[in-house]
């Protein structure tokens, strides 16, 4: 089995800044992309960011140039710096990772609890 556990989340002023971690535990052989999604009330899950397992980033338009993501495999953590937050930003997060398991023959795509978001004006 593999677990995702996400922590960081809170509330905070418009303008302030908060950084989100994702780690990954269990039977983990290798891990792919890992991201961040999130889901405000009455709105669909949508994509925060993603990095590969080579490095590369992808952001939300809506967040590029005010977020940033990292990851340290060593550890099997994702993080999710955020700065200059926004009400707009207010959602739940979710942590989503591609993980390889040993024994198993493909990869399971796996998602965080969720962790909450506040951002005042």
């Known amino acids: 089995q593999v677990q995702l556990v996400e922590s960081g989340g809170g509330l905070v002023q418009a303008g302030g800044s908060l950084r989100l971690s994702c780690a990954a535990s269990?039977?983990?052989?290798?891990?792919?992309?890992m991201g961040w999604y999130r889901q405000a009330p009455g709105k669909q899950r949508e994509l925060v960011a993603v990095?590969?397992?080579?490095?590369?980033?992808n952001y939300a338009d809506s967040v590029k140039g005010r977020f940033t993501i990292s990851r340290d495999n060593a550890k099997n953590t994702v993080y999710l710096q955020m700065t200059n937050l926004k009400p707009e930003d207010t959602a739940v997060y979710y942590c989503?990772?591609?993980?390889?398991?040993?024994?198993?023959?493909?990869?399971?795509?796996?998602w965080g609890q969720g962790t909450q978001v506040t951002v005042s004006s």
């Open positions: 989503n990772a591609n993980i390889q398991l040993f024994r198993r023959a493909f990869p399971t795509n796996t």
């Open positions: 990095i590969t397992s080579g490095g590369s980033l």
């Open positions: 269990g039977s983990i052989s290798s891990i792919n992309d």
